[in-house]
């Protein structure tokens, strides 16, 4: 999106030449609830949209989506994103996010925009802010023009474009509020909760590996006419005991593990490493 700014170098009116070299710009600098709105639409613009393709991809994909192609789905919507605020943060243009709410970024002299090459640091360091617990965005509170450490990397500022009243401040602050509470839930729900891709790819793999175990089984009572609860005899079944160890052990929970034989039939017990710790099961005969 186009926006023209506001040229905040050229007075309107004329001045004395001695008044212009010693006269400094006025500017007002973005507030950090103004800022942070911004970010928050310029966020759901990009990804919203992006996850709910990526999850039709993952559903044409079926269950067998691997791990790999989840990340690889979720690494390609955060590059779209960098390239987004990178684009829209140099030359004579806004963010959807920053249109709205009424503010662009300017060189920190306040010369004018940034260049591409800056932009495009700029927008790296929203994940190096968000990498260092967030403390990168907590600069701009203590910052005297309110720049967070992804506008030291971008040699920015963040300037008003325009004048609000005091109705628009107050619903940029009621829309700042919701925004949080909306995006803050999603994020929990898709990462955490039990429908998440995440969720649902760790209990997947749980079962499948207690399958693995459960083929040993088989394969170890055909050969020694029994059933038996130690998983090391069966890992030596396995063919390659060390790695079936490892998969054991990235697979499952190193709590919650257990073989259960009683004559004839067996039924495996154990916890997937997902968020939830959810436990799963196999049973013979099934």
Excluded at 246 to 271: C, E, H, N
């Amino acid at each position: 999106m186009t926006e023209n700014r506001i040229n905040i170098m050229d007075p309107q009116t004329p001045a004395p030449a001695a008044a212009a070299v010693s006269e400094k710009p006025q500017v007002e600098y973005a507030s950090v609830t103004e800022r942070f709105v911004a970010l928050l639409i310029d966020y759901g613009v990009v990804f919203i949209p992006a996850q709910l393709l990526a999850g039709l991809v993952l559903k044409l994909l079926g269950p067998d989506a691997e791990l790999w192609q989840i990340v690889a789905l979720f690494g390609g919507i955060n590059v779209l994103f960098i390239l987004y605020e990178t684009i829209f943060s140099c030359g004579d243009r806004v963010t959807l996010g920053k249109a709205l709410v009424g503010i662009a970024v300017v060189k920190k002299d306040l010369s004018g925009p940034v260049s591409l090459p800056r932009a495009f640091m700029r927008a790296i360091g929203y994940y190096v802010s968000a990498a260092l617990l967030m403390c990168g965005f907590l600069l701009a509170f203590f910052d005297d023009r309110h720049r967070a450490l992804h506008d030291f990397f971008g040699g920015s500022v963040v300037v008003q474009i325009r004048q609000k009243t005091w109705l628009e401040r107050t619903l940029v602050r009621l829309l700042g509020g919701v925004l949080l509470a909306a995006f803050a839930w999603t994020a929990y729900t898709q990462y955490f909760g039990g429908g998440s891709l995440l969720q649902e790819y760790y209990i997947r793999h749980a079962k499948e590996h207690l399958g693995k175990i459960a083929l040993l089984e088989e394969a170890h009572r055909s050969r020694y006419g029994y059933y038996t609860n130690d998983l090391l005899r069966l890992s030596l079944l396995s063919g390659d005991p060390v790695q079936f160890q490892r998969d054991t052990q990235k697979i499952l929970q190193p709590r919650g593990f257990k073989i259960g034989v009683k004559g004839d039939s067996y039924k495996i017990s154990a916890v997937a490493k997902d968020a939830k710790k959810t436990p799963v099961y196999y049973s013979s005969g099934e």
